[in-house]
């Protein structure tokens, strides 16, 4: 019966070696962002980061254009894995903030990269959101993520 359990083991054992190893079969699976900020491009003015190091991820992308405006969200997987959600849109902060955050969101303090200052929150459990209002579109940045992966993304931010 050992005999036979090891049979069955070996070869799964050695499968699941191959995949991580060979395959990079840990690494999220990246996406190219380009259609849908080409879309969102036509509705507002997209922030893209630069300079991100090669182990951040785009995860996904999507933009919808509703009756509230317009909406783009990137997600991303920070170098630790951890998802972050970057969302630009034209629909009013008042709506948007809740929806992203959760309705238990808090305030916690602030955030100053290069060219913004960000309010910090603790939204839904676990998760820390970063969020800025300008005149034409509000950011936000929300990921169970450490707080230094998501200053780094707000940083790098044009």
């Given at each position: 019966m050992i005999l036979s359990l090891l049979v069955l083991l070996i070869p799964i054992g050695l499968g699941m070696v191959y995949w991580r190893v060979v395959l990079d079969g840990d690494k999220p699976i990246a996406k190219d962002p380009s259609s849908a900020i080409q879309l969102a491009s036509a509705h507002f003015?997209?922030?893209?980061?630069t300079g991100l190091g090669e182990d951040w991820?785009?995860?996904s992308?999507?933009?919808r254009n509703e009756n509230g405006g317009a909406t783009l969200?990137?997600?991303y997987a920070d170098p630790?894995?951890?998802?972050?959600?970057?969302v630009q849109s034209t629909?009013?902060?008042?709506?948007?903030v809740p929806a992203e955050v959760g309705d238990e969101?808090?305030?916690t303090g602030t955030f100053r990269s290069a060219n913004r200052a960000w309010l910090t929150y603790a939204g839904r459990p676990g998760e820390i959101a970063f969020i800025v209002t300008e005149q034409n579109r509000t950011i936000v940045l929300v990921g169970k993520t450490d707080q230094e992966?998501?200053?780094t993304l707000a940083a790098a931010l044009p």
């Amino acid at each position: 019966m050992i005999l036979s359990l090891l049979v069955l083991l070996i070869p799964i054992g050695l499968g699941m070696v191959y995949w991580r190893v060979v395959l990079d079969g840990d690494k999220p699976i990246a996406k190219d962002p380009s259609s849908a900020i080409q879309l969102a491009s036509a509705h507002f003015t997209v922030a893209q980061p630069t300079g991100l190091g090669e182990d951040w991820t785009v995860t996904s992308a999507n933009f919808r254009n509703e009756n509230g405006g317009a909406t783009l969200r990137v997600g991303y997987a920070d170098p630790d894995a951890d998802p972050i959600l970057m969302v630009q849109s034209t629909v009013p902060a008042a709506t948007l903030v809740p929806a992203e955050v959760g309705d238990e969101g808090t305030r916690t303090g602030t955030f100053r990269s290069a060219n913004r200052a960000w309010l910090t929150y603790a939204g839904r459990p676990g998760e820390i959101a970063f969020i800025v209002t300008e005149q034409n579109r509000t950011i936000v940045l929300v990921g169970k993520t450490d707080q230094e992966n998501l200053e780094t993304l707000a940083a790098a931010l044009p």
